[in-house]
């Protein structure tokens, strides 16, 4: 191991440390995963010298979670293991049924697998329930490609959320005030006062959205140039957003079984799942209309019903649980926007705390 992994085996011990690619033989689906990491944050990097690499890596734990730490001046970005097969999974059972996105490839031979609970959150919950001898691969090339296209948009999300928290501040906020050197992406403690916690994590999601707009458009400008299985996904710039905005919004659809819609939504250590969907929504709709042209920004509008009836049709298509979208349709009743907008305008004391150790420009203030 390397200085950095022997640092971030330590740091994460409790947890199940540092993943062993050699006592199962290298696996290179992680590898080609950490590798797409590593490019990604050095490109985001590149125009900026107070931006700091940090070490990113696979933690030995099954469930699904992923965090920013920072331990003796070294920041890590740590991936649970079962946050890379969980989403993995979702996705490929998703497009190995042939009543999700009927228009990509050729479904007449996916075998439509069912589970009883789509929203697992754990390896081992997904061991236990679903066929030991099922293979969830889709069958056609066309589709499996779009699912691993669908994989990536989730995990760089993920990983570019947890990147905010480092470079925006964040972490070293919490390290300074609270001792907490760890700010992770499924947790129901937290030492901050949960609105503050709340703010942070929105921020982190909007930074998140900024990137992955980012990166969609710079695809879609090069799409000529990328390998020939990957230009259709990014040779139309609305078809390319939708397809983010797929992932993304599955992502969130997890843990909306998970989350407790009866409690407070001030008192959870983040914003519930439904609400991380439409600030994300909010968000990618804000940049539109500042940056894009009106055809783009109502071409978006138009089609989040069709994203959301997307995702939502197919948690019903490969489990045995109904349509049901309250999550998202609940971020929308008066007290939920009412605790957003509350956020928001929290940004404006937050701002000030984080500036002095943010490594970037941050969003400015609200001024509605």
Known sequence: MTTDQQHFDSYFKSRGGLFDFKAVGGNALLRKILDSFNNQIKRNNSENSKLVIPHIDIINNNELNACAAKSN???????????VYVLKDIFYRMLSNKSI???IGVIDNETNPIIFNAQITSLNQLFLAKDPDEQII??????????????????????DHEYAHISH???????????ANTLWEISQESSMETLFSQTLEMDADCSAVNSGIATIL????????????????????DESLVSWCIAIYTFFRIFSFADDHKKDIKTQTHPNSGLRQ?????????????????????????????ITDTVEEAFSAISHQDYNPIAFYNAFRPEAQEHVHYLMKNWNNVRPLLEPL???????????
């Open 101 to 103: 996105l009927p228009n």
């Open 358 to 368: 943010a490594m970037k420009n941050l969003p400015p203030l609200n001024n509605d």
């Open 73 to 83: 001046s070294k920041y890590f970005i740590g991936f649970y293991l079962g946050a």
């Open 278 to 306: 439409s600030i994300v929504m909010a968000t990618i709709a804000t940049i539109l209309n500042e940056k894009f042209n009106s055809r783009i920004l109502d071409n978006f509008v138009k089609n989040i019903g069709r």
């Open 169 to 179: 501040g964040h972490v070293d906020y919490i390290t300074a005030q609270f001792n």
């Open 138 to 159: 889709p069958k056609d090339p066309v589709r499996m490609v779009y699912a691993d296209v669908l994989h990536s948009h989730a995990l760089n999300f993920l990983l």
């Open 218 to 237: 710079e695809a879609y400008q090069k799409s000529s140039f990328l390998p020939v299985h990957l230009r259709q996904y990014y040779s139309n710039f």
